[in-house]
C-alpha cells in the first residue's frame, strides 16, 4: 500500500470520525415538559413537552360569562388574550425545566360571606396566614412544602417557606421579607372564595394529597382543609392562597440575587 493512499485512508477515518462526534453532540434539543395539573384536555393545540426556547402557544375555551378565569405558571400569574372563537390565548417561552400550569375559577354569581377582617398585629411574628400542602403517605414526613405571612409592621410582612423533599433528611427554611400587600392579597382571596364557611355543614375528603389554610380571624384562627370540602368548592379556593405567596416568594428570591 502506497504512502499516498495510507494517507488518504487515514484521512477519510478521521473524517468519519469528527462527523459521528458532531452528531451525537448535536443530536435533538432537549424538550421539558409542562404539567397541566391534570386538565391538559381542556387546552387545545396542547402538547407534553416542548424545546427551551420554543413558543408554547394554547388555547383554553371553555369559557362561561359568570366565572373569571385566572392563569399561574409555577405560581406567577399570566394575563392571557380572548380570541373570538378560539377563548383564552396562553403564550410563553418554554424554560429550560419542566414547568406547571394552573387553571382557576371564580363564579361570579357566588354570594359573598361575612368577611374575614384583617387586623396586622402590633406585635412582630404573629401567624397571619399559613398554606400547608403535604402528600398523604408523608404528611409531617419527608414531603411537603408550607408558606406562612408572619406579621412585621403596617407595611411589611415576614414570608417564610419550609419544604421537604422525598430523599432529604432535613426540612428546608428560608426567609424574606415582603410588602404587607401579600397578606392583604391573600385576606381578598379568603373572602372570595369564602374560606370562612368551608367548615359549615358535611364535607368530603379529598385522596393522595392535603392542602391545609389557616389564617387569624379576629382573635382565634381558623383552618381549612381538602380534608373536608364542602359541596361546590375546589382545591383551586386554597391553590389561590398558595399562588400569592409563590408570586411574592419568587420576586424576593429575584431581588435577593440582584443585589
Known sequence: MTSKLKASISLILALCVLALALASCGGEDAKYRVDYNGEKGWYEDARDEYAAGETVRIYYPFVATDTNYYFYLD?????PEYVDGKGFEIVFTMPARDVFLMKEEVNTMENTAEPVELVIPDEEGVMLVDHYFAVVATVGGDEHREFVLYSKSNTEATLK??????????????AYTVPVEAVERCYRVINER??????EGDGISLTGAVTVVKFKDGDSY??????????????????????IMWEYYNAAKDAQKAD
Open 194 to 199: 369564602r374560606l370562612r364557611a368551608w367548615n
Open 222 to 243: 381558623t383552618r381549612v382543609s381538602t380534608e373536608h370540602m364542602p359541596v361546590g368548592v375546589s382545591e383551586d379556593d386554597l391553590q389561590a392562597v398558595e399562588n
Open 161 to 174: 417557606f419550609f419544604e421537604q423533599r422525598p430523599g432529604e433528611e432535613k426540612e428546608r427554611e428560608e
Open 75 to 79: 405560581g406567577e400569574r399570566l394575563y
